[in-house]
């Protein structure tokens, strides 16, 4: 593809909110001048996204990842910036544009509570004035793909969560959109069922090219989605590059897991921070640039049946890049990061 | 030609949904039954003491029963759970789903529910009409009937427009299935012709709760006592009200969405 | 100074913190409180207006009411209504459906009085509303009423009898919900009754005599129409003391409907569930 799917450039998102002291005396002063503060929920990040691609987008809640969603979506109006997809200005809501995009919303249903699931698909046909050959023939696929045949003659209402996720996520894909908005779409599922969903999304991509850009709270989706991430943190991008670089780049740490022959072992925090310790288990947080020699020393002082260095859990990497206070959190472009935070 | 099919998906739909809950229709049918008592009883007791009220006759005043009726029965069957859904959607958050389809949100937002069991009251309204107006049939002619159907038209197209404009108002506040409460409540005192009434009250109903133009105006065509100015006004005021809600709508919706912020 | 209450006391206690509570709940729903009661004022104005079109027409005076009599009957008839107006149907269908319930039962005390607290809680409250409004439509419409002393100092006592009448009655409706999620349809059948019975539609002395004879043995005269006509003096001393005793008899009624409903209900509860 000569240009990408989703450009966004130096979107931001400023919502203005009231703010009320508590007390009478400050509601009635409220009522004559409204005190506001503005909420940058985005705050210019830019960043391109290819035909074909699956990308996280990652952020602790409010971080700004559904506003930017919802942007793309072409729900909300961005106050400063631009974005296209597929060449259009999303917020235009031209009909083509809605016509081959989708929002998928992991909390949140459309299909039609009292009806036949299949009726609610139908009435997506209509709306999206699908011709019945097309529609027939990506049914057929959806059902096939999802194994949705026993569910679609269910009245909603009898659907189990994971059940009502997939036919929602089908019911979102019969006009075959060329682009995905998946926000949190494996929420509240069980791990079988996640890992159902996952497979698909990875199959329809594989399938259709489309592209997908999906936030999740579960890193097992990002890991087996996503390629790339891009992280975003109090409205601003903080990384945008391959997951393995996140992970390289953000935590200084590696994980050194030894097992002992001699139990109880002595008292290993000489040798960096003790993480766990069970049985003659230790796992040990070390600096990455001496993990060589700790590795080594360890091996020369200790009788050490088994050894292992791993990186740390994505979870974990995550929750260290949050828990960066806001002022040092700056981003400066396509995977580069300010020195002071490696 | 794409709505009118929508517009019928959404009128399967609302069938289908109702099927599952049969038991219902039967409620309904009580329902229906107890307001038509209270209704005729009401006529009974008032045509008791007196020939007619404030000049309309019996016949008449059954004939603008089955307005009030007719209307209502709309309003209970199309307009009113089409609008408590948006505004449900607009508390869930599940009217995102709406906005990105490729369709007029408006008129999706409007035809997308329908309670089909509420039509008993339809029904009762074109029977009530056909009944008054067989007794009426020497001063309803050709161009009785133009008029009638004409000011329905308009009235039905004002109390749509009124809803659209009140539950456009759930974009800034959260609770404004109250507002509806007034609607109902209002509508109420149209099951009467508003010429009755003191003129604040009748000010009320024509002007800030347009009620009078769904009921009284259909009826008094249907009854030979229209005048062009009448007949007018309900059309205009028809005109205004849809240009005015629809701008209105647009302008919540881009609110929504923060184009103004 | 823990001296042990009286269960007289006690049960007074325990009213004053309900009151307190509902008050301050209800005061969170203010704005939808007053839209309710538009409802309440509407009816008995279109009513007004109809029957004092129908008395000008009629040379001034219909079935013995005269336009300032009517005026005067449908705004004390829309104060009697306040007073004893229940929405108590919809109140245990939603408690009963939501599971609210459960927690009700395992207070040490009957239910209903809670629900008496909460009834009268937002009528204190609303009479902020319903006697401005009550003073307008006295001003718009001039009322004309000539009540004896006694008529006005048996009046109270008829109120609250109203009072108990209907809400004992409506009450026992409302276990219907133990039963029945469909409330809607017996809810509205029993109210388009009460509407004609209770005189809401037009005083009752304006319907056929048959009408009238039926009103003496149903309970709905009693909990509106009666203290209205008492107040206006339109009732002779010795209707005034039997329609009190008629009223007496249908709490009687009404207590034992109540309780006999409510512990069915409890017991099909139990067994049930929510």
Same mark, same amino acid.
């Given at each position: 593809m000569a240009s990408p799917v989703i450009q966004v450039h130096d979107l931001r998102k400023i919502y203005m909110v009231g703010e009320r002291e508590a007390g009478v005396l400050a509601a009635v002063r409220s009522l004559v001048r409204r005190r506001t503060r503005a909420i940058r929920a985005v705050d210019g990040i830019t960043f391109h996204v290819d035909a074909g691609e699956i990308v996280g987008f990652l952020g602790p809640n409010g971080a700004g990842k559904t506003t930017t969603l919802k942007m793309l979506a072409g729900l909300l109006h961005p106050t400063e910036g631009d974005a296209r997809v597929l060449g259009f200005?999303?917020?235009?809501?031209d009909r083509e544009y809605l016509r081959r995009m989708t929002l998928v919303m992991g909390q949140r249903n459309q299909l039609i509570w009292d009806i036949p699931v299949v009726d609610s698909f139908e009435l997506n046909r209509a709306i999206y004035n699908i011709p019945p050959e097309a529609y027939r023939q990506t049914v057929e696929e959806l059902v096939a793909l999802l194994e949705l045949g026993p569910l679609?003659?269910?009245?909603?209402?009898?659907?189990?969560l994971g059940e009502r996720m997939k036919c929602e996520i089908a019911a979102s894909l019969l006009h075959r959109p060329r682009v995905l908005f998946l926000d949190e779409p494996t929420i509240g599922l069980d791990v079988t069922m996640q890992r159902r969903i996952r497979g698909f999304v990875a199959e329809y991509n594989r399938r259709t090219g489309a592209t997908v850009l999906l936030t999740s709270h579960y890193m097992a989706d990002v890991e087996a989605l996503c390629r790339r991430v891009i992280v975003i943190h109090h409205g601003v991008l903080l990384f945008d590059g391959a997951l393995e670089a996140l992970v390289e780049r953000f935590s200084p740490f590696k994980l050194i897991t030894v097992e002992l022959a001699d139990l109880p072992a002595r008292d290993l925090s000489a040798y960096g921070q003790v993480v766990r310790q069970d049985e003659g288990t230790v796992t040990l947080r070390v600096p990455k640039a001496i993990t060589p020699e700790v590795t080594g020393r360890l091996l020369a002082d200790l009788e050490v049946l088994d050894l292992t260095v791993q990186d740390p859990p994505i979870e974990e990497v995550i929750e260290q890049v949050f828990a960066q206070p806001e002022e040092t959190t700056l981003a400066t472009g396509n995977g580069e990061l300010r020195p002071e935070l490696l | 030609m794409h709505y009118l099919r929508l517009f019928l998906t959404y009128l399967k739909l609302g069938l289908l949904a109702e099927l599952e809950y049969r038991a219902n229709f039967w409620i309904q049918l009580v329902q229906t039954a107890m307001e038509l008592a209270l209704a005729l009883g009401g006529l009974a007791v008032v045509f008791r003491h007196t020939g007619d009220l404030g000049g309309w006759r019996p016949a008449e005043l059954l004939a603008l029963l089955g307005v009030y009726f007719l209307i209502g029965g709309l309003i209970r069957t199309m307009v009113r759970p089409s609008m408590q859904k948006f505004m449900e959607d607009i508390r869930k958050g599940t009217l995102d789903f709406t906005l990105t389809k490729p369709a007029d949100a408006q008129v999706l937002v409007s035809i997308q529910?329908?309670?089909? %069991?509420?039509i008993t009251d339809v029904g009762v309204g074109i029977a009530l009409l056909a009944i008054a107006l067989g007794r009426l049939s020497d001063s309803v002619g050709p161009l009785q009937a133009a008029m009638f159907g004409l000011t329905l038209l308009s009235g039905g197209l004002i109390v749509y427009s009124v809803w659209l404009i009140l539950a456009t108002f759930s974009f800034w506040f959260v609770k404004v299935e109250n507002i509806l409460v007034i609607f109902m409540t209002m509508y109420e005192a149209?099951? %009467? !012709?508003?010429?009755?009434? !003191?003129p604040w009250l009748r000010w009320i109903l024509t002007f800030l709760i347009p009620v009078a133009f769904a009921t009284t105006v259909p009826a008094q065509a249907v009854t030979g006592r229209m005048d062009p100015t009448t007949l007018g006004i309900a059309a205009g005021m028809a005109g205004i009200l849809l240009v005015v809600s629809r701008a209105f709508w647009l302008y919540g919706l881009r609110f929504y969405s923060g184009a103004s912020a | 100074m823990t001296a042990i209450l009286t269960p007289f006391q006690n049960l007074c206690a325990i009213y004053r913190g309900f009151f307190r509570t509902s008050l301050a709940v209800q005061f969170q729903y203010r704005v939808a409180m007053l839209i309710w009661l538009l409802g309440g004022i509407m009816e008995p104005l279109v009513y007004l207006v109809v029957w004092t079109t129908v008395a000008q027409q009629q040379g001034g005076a219909v079935g013995g009411f005269t336009v300032q009599e009517f005026a005067a009957y449908y705004i004390g008839a829309m104060l009697v209504n306040h007073a004893v107006f229940t929405w108590i149907m919809w109140e245990y269908d939603y408690r009963i459906r939501s599971g609210e319930f459960s927690a009700t039962l395992l207070r040490p005390i009957h239910p209903i009085h809670r629900d008496i607290a909460e009834n009268l809680a937002y009528k204190v409250l609303t009479l902020a509303v319903m006697l401005p409004a009550a003073l307008l439509l006295a001003w718009i419409f001039q009322p004309r009423w000539a009540p004896q002393p006694w008529a006005l100092a048996l009046f109270p006592l008829a109120l609250v009898l109203a009072f108990f009448t209907r809400f004992f009655l409506d009450w026992s409706l409302a276990m219907a919900a133990f039963w029945t999620t469909r409330i809607n349809a017996i809810n509205q059948a029993y109210f388009v009754v009460l509407i004609f019975f209770a005189g809401?539609?037009?005083?009752?002395?304006?319907?056929p005599e048959a009408v009238q004879r039926l009103a003496l043995v149903l309970p709905f005269r009693w909990m509106l129409a009666f203290p209205v006509e008492l107040i206006l003096g339109r009732l002779t001393l010795a209707e005034a003391l039997g329609g009190m005793v008629a009223q007496l008899i249908w709490i009687g009624l009404g207590l034992i409907l109540a309780r006999t409903i409510y512990r069915a209900g409890i017991r099909r509860y139990a067994a049930f569930g929510a």
């Open positions: 200005r999303p917020w235009e809501r679609l003659h269910k009245p909603v209402r009898n659907l189990s | 529910r329908f309670e089909l %069991w509420k149209a099951r %009467w !012709p508003v010429t009755i009434y !003191p | 809401r539609v037009a005083p009752l002395d304006l319907f």
